[in-house]
């Protein structure tokens, strides 16, 4: 909480709406203090971490996390508050406000303070490294208009399965589903780098409805049957939690068991920033790892129906895809029927049996010339999709690549967010 702030004895506190939140995740992981936690029931922030910095705001695909009350310090609502809330209390009135000795001057100056940009310290003797600084909070400046939440979680529309194949090579465990929903007749209009939401069926063990979980688009804006309302994911069959022990995935297995003629309850679409650029002689790096490559599986088929059309120039396309295992990696088949003229592909192994661990950041330091040559390109647009875990790891590549070839990565960075040509959605 800022000093500043707290002095006056009110602060704009930071709520997120748990009627429109749809539990992705994506607010806590963004977090650079920790402010945002949750339970079973709802995401909330506490008011005694959270600074201010904004960090969460954008990246939320709903527009839940952009919610403030003006609130007395001794009275900011509680995380245990928070979390028994099914929608958000109503703004303090003026009267309400002056009962707790609390006048407007004070109070718009509380909202002033709080707003401002906050100084981040660093620990003395050590160099911080930020890799979500560097990502874009507005889209490439060609990228065609996006609609979003068309399906509110209180309002889904319907879909019907058409298509459920598994995508990794069969016979292992760790399978990862190619699903195709069609819309029929209802208006579901979605660009490359949306997302929609699905609303597993039953209830949690409270009792309560399970909340939709987010999954990346993986066709273009065309459906993935061309000419038709239908959209595909890139859904992994969730079978172990990140400690390695046994659970299921509630929604990930829910929608690898669906059967071709099923409906499931749909909500979104979602994102308005991780579009990619319809300018034809742009240039799109693409790095990810498993289920992260569904949105660069809709941009490279974008690009592929269009250069089939005759319509493609021939911006160029790099993609970094790294998998444990190659069995395990979606689309790998598909992926080596692309032209090599049309697609630079480079795929990273990490638990090959009898090979060294090799991860994106590794094939992206081998291809270090040519990625210095798209840094200094301004037609050249990045995009990285995966777990949270390879963040940092790709943005200290990027920025070791601009310094072995004499650029300077703040002022390379900063362009790139600026001007909406790198954008990360990890989790």
């Not at 406000?97 to 981040?120: C, D, H, I, K, R």
């Not at 005759?310 to 992926?335: H, V």
Request: hydrophobic letters at 35%; glycine letters at 8%; aromatic letters at 8%.
């Amino acid at each position: 909480m800022d000093m500043a702030v707290a002095k006056t004895g009110v602060i704009q506190q930071h709520l997120i709406d748990p009627e429109i939140c749809i539990r992705c995740n994506t607010c806590e992981a963004t977090c650079p203090v920790g402010a945002i936690t949750h339970d079973d029931n709802n995401y909330v922030v506490r008011a005694d971490v959270c600074n201010g910095c904004m960090a969460c705001i954008s990246p939320c695909p709903t527009g839940s996390i952009d919610n403030w009350r003006t609130m007395p310090v001794a009275k900011a609502y509680s995380i245990d508050e928070q979390f028994g809330w099914e929608s958000l209390p109503a703004e303090l009135t003026p009267d309400q406000l002056e009962a707790e000795g609390l006048n407007a001057e004070v109070a718009e100056s509380a909202a002033q303070a709080s707003t401002a940009e906050p100084v981040a310290e660093a620990e003395p003797g050590t160099v911080s490294f930020n890799s979500a600084q560097y990502n874009a909070s507005t889209p490439p400046w060609s990228a065609a208009h996006a609609y979003t939440n068309l399906y509110p979680p209180k309002s889904p529309t319907t879909a019907t399965v058409v298509g459920n194949f598994n995508c990794t090579e069969a016979g292992y465990e760790n399978q990862t589903h190619h699903i195709v929903l069609d819309f029929g007749t209802m208006p579901f209009p979605v660009l490359e780098g949306q997302s929609i939401g699905i609303i597993p069926p039953g209830t949690d063990a409270n009792g309560k409805p399970h909340h939709a979980r987010q999954y990346s688009i993986a066709s273009p804006r065309n459906g993935e049957r061309p000419g038709y309302n239908n959209v595909s994911l890139t859904v992994k069959r969730v079978l172990q939690d990140h400690q390695g022990r046994p659970t299921r995935g509630v929604a990930s297995n829910y929608v690898c068991d669906l059967k071709v003629g099923d409906t499931v309850q749909v909500i979104g679409p979602f994102g308005s920033t991780f579009l990619m650029p319809n300018h034809p002689k742009s240039h799109i790096v693409m790095i990810c790892t498993g289920t992260g490559s569904a949105p660069m599986r809709a941009m490279t088929e974008w690009r592929r129906r269009l250069r089939k059309s005759g319509k493609f120039e021939g911006g160029k396309l790099l993609l970094f895809f790294g998998a444990r295992t190659q069995q395990e990696l979606p689309y790998f088949g598909p992926l080596q029927s692309l032209p090599k003229d049309f697609i630079d592909i480079n795929f990273a192994f990490s638990r090959t049996p009898d090979q060294p661990k090799r991860y994106v950041q590794d094939r992206m330091r081998e291809r270090a010339a040519d990625l210095a040559e798209l840094l200094k390109d301004g037609q050249t647009h990045f995009y990285v999709c995966g777990l949270k875990s390879m963040e940092e790891g790709v943005m200290l590549a990027l920025r070791d690549v601009a310094a072995e070839a004499g650029l300077e990565w703040d002022t390379v960075g900063a362009a790139l967010k600026r001007e909406g040509r790198l954008h990360l959605e990890t989790y």
